[in-house]
């Protein structure tokens, strides 16, 4: 997890404090149980005495509970009660549930909704089976923009400004590593322009495949993005372009018809971008 950068920090309008406050709630995952202020600062890249007030300070307005017996944290109701309510306000996330036990019963795959966090999607929403047990995520589980199917149909879902700043943070995240994932969601463009959805095959995970297509409402929220997974020897490349990724496009669509919502781009204005530009991350990021 990244610091503020600068930029962010002298913004007069932005509470640092806040911001690091947040950083420490975020640092607890699904299944973590408890974490101390060494774990908590690794995570961060706070400086300990920093975590150590903030910790002390979380657990005063009930957002923490101390295990004084570990000298460790866990999350506290009240820092959980704030996921909830967002999961409450989130209809896409019960209206997409029959369209999604659907699709789940038909290809045997695990069927997920998910927002973006920062450079990972986070699901708030999943239909799983007992045919998917090889698909250990479940809500609240994060999986990353740049490899899986979902975060693909996510990134490719937004405008020239929203790419350009989703690229920014996964350029800064993974530094190094960032090259060879830019020519995977390059290629996932090609991917959602011919066919309307995205996919990954052994790219996020090597036992696992995917297809992703993404949402978007006309009240401006989103865009949210659905997958369909499985282990990747059920879920290979040509059922998941032949018939896991059309099933899932057709869920969406359906969907979208019972929100009022509306895709952000046609594959047509994707096939646009991709000519015009050559390599499309390269463009969002700012090189011409």
């Not at 923490?64 to 944290?73: D, I």
């Not at 530094?175 to 969601?185: A, H, N, V, Y």
């Not at 865009?223 to 896991?244: H, K, M, Q, S, V």
């Amino acid at each position: 997890m990244k610091r503020t950068g600068k930029k962010t920090a002298t913004d007069r309008n932005f509470v640092v404090a806040l911001s690091r406050g947040l950083d420490v709630l975020r640092a607890f995952q699904p299944n973590d149980g408890l974490l101390g202020n060494q774990e908590i600062a690794a995570r961060t890249n706070l400086p300990k005495p920093t975590v150590s007030r903030l910790t002390y300070t979380l657990t005063k307005l009930g957002y923490l509970t101390p295990v004084p017996r570990f000298e460790k944290y866990q999350l506290a109701p009240a820092a959980m009660s704030l996921g909830y309510a967002a999961l409450a306000n989130l209809g896409v996330r019960h209206l997409s549930e029959p369209f999604r036990d659907e699709v789940m019963r038909a290809t045997g795959g695990a069927v997920a909704v998910g927002g973006r966090d920062r450079h990972s999607m986070i699901y708030f929403g999943q239909s799983r089976g007992s045919e998917t047990l090889g698909v250990q995520l479940d809500v609240g589980s994060r999986v990353p923009i740049a490899t899986s199917a979902m975060g693909r149909a996510y990134f490719w879902a937004l405008d020239d400004e929203g790419r350009a700043e989703v690229s920014r943070i996964l350029r800064e995240h993974y530094g190094s590593r960032w090259p060879k994932m830019r020519d995977g969601l390059e290629r996932s463009g090609e991917t959602v322009a011919k066919y309307g959805f995205a996919i990954s095959v052994g790219d996020w995970h090597d036992d696992i495949g995917a297809a992703g297509v993404a949402l978007k409402l006309n009240d401006g929220t989103g865009p949210y993005a659905f997958n369909c997974g499985a282990p990747a020897f059920r879920f290979t490349e040509e059922r998941l372009i032949n018939d896991i990724g059309p099933r899932l496009l057709a869920m969406v669509r359906n969907i979208e018809a019972a929100l009022g919502g509306l895709m952000p781009h046609s594959k047509k204005d994707i096939s646009k971008k991709l000519k015009s530009g050559g390599k499309v991350a390269r463009v969002a990021e700012g090189f011409r």
